[in-house]
């Protein structure tokens, strides 16, 4: 049971880390195309559409890392909680 905690709680850290400080990155609007790395007056390389058609889009990969570091974060917490309450009630 402790290794659970212990494996899955760093675990579930370092994934909904990933999620929550990736910043938003320029995609092409009409495409979704990722202008990572383009001068800002490109155009897009996937479908010619102007540089003004870009947008700051949440990339799709935050929210699952999100959900997936959450989801990680409960099932290895659970473990925790129950052997705290085991413990209160053998105290109490």
Do not use: D, H
Not at 51 to 62: C, D, G, I, Q, S
């Amino acid at each position: 049971m402790a290794a659970v905690f212990f494996l899955g709680f760093p675990l579930g850290l370092i994934v909904l880390s990933l999620g929550l400080f990736r910043q938003p990155g320029r995609v092409c609007g009409p495409c979704g195309y990722s202008r990572a790395g383009l001068k800002p007056e490109a155009p897009c390389p996937e479908c010619a559409a102007p540089a003004a058609a870009a947008t700051n889009k949440e990339v799709l990969r935050n929210s699952w890392q999100v959900r997936a570091g959450i989801a990680i974060l409960v099932v290895s917490g659970a473990p925790l909680l129950y052997l705290l309450a085991v413990l209160a009630r053998a105290i109490i």
